[in-house]
């Protein structure tokens, strides 16, 4: 997988161009774990959807009702894509989705090459500004067994409830696997 990848990488890669790439797919499939790769072997950036949940005050029914509509693309597009668009240095803001606050502010340094790592983050509204779009999927006995690793065991019927229902909807209504550049079982 990885070394497919970064042939990819390679074969898309424009010098005079900020390369782009959103790694989305099923929760614990692998989305943090393969930019944490990626960053250590092509020296760029990563960024975190989990920092662009929505905040309380932005949680409406409505909004709610339409599949991953529970994260801020509006920030996200703003603080972070219009500035990788234009090649330039820039700060974002981290929401803390846990203590549900707006924690720290983080510099991301100009770098030719980017991740956007997490669920969501080929919503259609965002997946046009990529150069590169990654799936990962995983079984849901092995993605039972990883949450419970990561998360504990507490962690699983939330996750069963909510978080991974949210994500099969928002990957079904959009076809996310089908409009990725490359798929991966995990």
């Given amino acids: ?3 497919t990848i970064l042939q990819k990488i390679n074969a898309v890669s424009d010098a005079n161009t900020p390369l782009l790439i959103a790694i989305d797919g099923r929760c614990a499939s692998g989305k943090t774990t393969l930019s944490s ?5 092509l020296n760029c950036n990563v960024i975190h959807m989990d920092y662009f949940f929505l905040r ?6 409505q909004r709610l009702l339409q599949p991953g509509g529970n994260v801020d693309y509006e920030r996200f597009y703003e603080e972070v894509l219009i500035p990788l668009k234009n090649g330039k240095a820039f700060y974002y803001h981290r929401y803390d989705c846990h203590k549900q ?3 720290e502010t983080i510099f991301v340094p100009y770098c030719p090459i980017t991740i ?3 669920s969501y ?4 509204t965002l997946q046009k500004q990529y150069n590169m779009k ?4 995983v079984e849901p006995e092995e993605q039972i067994n990883r949450i419970k690793k990561r998360n504990g ?3 699983v019927n939330a996750f069963r409830q909510k978080w991974i229902p949210l994500e099969e909807l928002y990957f079904s209504t959009y076809n996310i696997k089908q409009n990725c550049d490359l798929y991966f079982q995990t």
């Fill in 153 to 155: 065991e507490k962690a």
């Fill in 134 to 137: 990654i799936f990962l999927s």
């Fill in 1 to 3: 997988m990885y070394q």
């Fill in 56 to 61: 309380p005050e932005q949680i409406t029914e």
């Fill in 37 to 41: 790769y990626l960053q250590k072997e």
């Fill in 116 to 118: 956007i790592e997490g």
């Fill in 121 to 124: 983050s080929c919503h259609p």
């Fill in 101 to 103: 606050i707006m924690s």
